[in-house]
């Protein structure tokens, strides 16, 4: 039998294409099972549907080009307002008291992750009725594993270079909200 020669395909928008459209396959999604017992990272114990933001800081300099701003974040988190009783903010830095005072009026329950690791954050994600993602391929995998969450990805994901790669994201939206999404 000849030996199998593994293709490898070169970062970028094929790359992209091919690992959206494989996430997406129940077959795939069934080896990434999500265990059971959030409990401990969402205490109080609570059963109720949440939204989760993804805000990523920490290592923007190093991996990408835009920043999603915080008044991006809560513009789409307040749109859910009434919708789901809990937010869940995971971060990798701090996240400023002015970000969560401007969620608590609209919410019963804001809860804050600042550095909990990567598999925790992941169950997080895919355990959320509402997932608002950041500009990175984490929160987008994350979003794939969650079929039954409504998700909002950002418009912009770059600066202006390699936009071109964006387009298997946003083939995958059926839809982006109507209006403004900054803060109000």
């Known amino acids: 039998m000849p030996a199998r020669r593994a293709v490898v395909i070169p970062d970028g928008v094929e790359k992209m294409a091919v690992a959206l459209a494989a996430l997406e396959k129940p077959t795939i999604q069934a080896r990434f099972p999500i ?29 990408a080009s835009h920043l ?53 954050s992941h169950r997080i994600m895919r355990g959320a009725r509402v997932l608002v993602c950041s500009n990175s391929q984490f929160s987008l995998i994350a979003a794939l594993l969650n079929p039954t969450a409504m998700v909002l990805v950002p418009r912009q994901w770059f600066d202006g270079r390699d936009r071109e790669i964006e387009a298997p994201i946003h083939a995958r939206c059926s839809f982006e909200l109507l209006g403004s999404l900054s803060a109000r």
């Open 68 to 120: 999603v701003s915080d008044a991006e974040f809560i513009g789409s988190a307040k749109r859910f307002a009434g919708l789901v009783a809990r937010v869940v903010i995971l971060s990798d830095s701090d996240v400023p008291a002015a970000f969560v005072a401007a969620l608590e009026p609209h919410f019963e329950q804001v809860l804050v992750r600042v550095g909990i690791g990567a598999f925790a």
């Open 35 to 63: 265990p059971a017992g959030l409990d401990d990272l969402l205490a109080p114990p609570d059963a109720r549907p949440y939204l989760c933001l993804h805000v990523r800081r920490g290592d923007y300099v190093n991996v």
